[in-house]
């Protein structure tokens, strides 16, 4: 299994009601993007959260939290985070609104590939 599909159903129903919010098949798990750019996703039982250059050293020191490295180079600005920190969906949703956050910084983009939540 790539991605953990009840972590998914859990992200899905959390974001189901934010606007501009997508899901996209990348990194062989799940991406979310917001207003086409990603924010977090899923890949094996592990959530990435693409975090900003000024919270990536905080967001490191917290406990069940590693870079994010799939090709055996860290991938800057991606984080992976394990489900003892989101045994919750307010502990979820803690983690996924760090995405959230650094995504709006950027201009908003149109991606034709990935499908709205509904």
């Known amino acids: 299994m790539p991605f953990d599909e009840k972590l998914m159903s ?3 129903k ?4 934010k ?5 996209l098949k990348m990194f062989g798990g799940i991406c979310y993007l917001l207003h086409g750019n990603m924010c977090c996703g899923i890949e ?5 959260i693409r975090v900003g250059p ?8 917290h406990k ?4 994010m490295d799939l090709t055996g180079k860290p991938l800057g ?3 992976f985070v394990y489900p003892p920190a989101f045994k919750t969906d307010q502990k979820l ?3 996924i609104e760090v995405g959230l956050s650094y995504a709006r910084t950027f201009p908003k983009k149109v991606s034709k590939k990935a499908k709205k939540i509904a």
């Open 10 to 12: 859990r992200v899905d």
């Open 14 to 17: 959390l974001l189901k009601k």
């Open 19 to 23: 606007r501009g919010v997508a899901k």
């Open 44 to 48: 094996k039982e592990r959530l990435m």
């Open 54 to 61: 000024e919270e990536y050293d905080r967001l490191m020191s």
């Open 64 to 67: 069940h939290v590693t870079e």
């Open 77 to 79: 600005g991606l984080i």
């Open 93 to 95: 949703m803690e983690w």
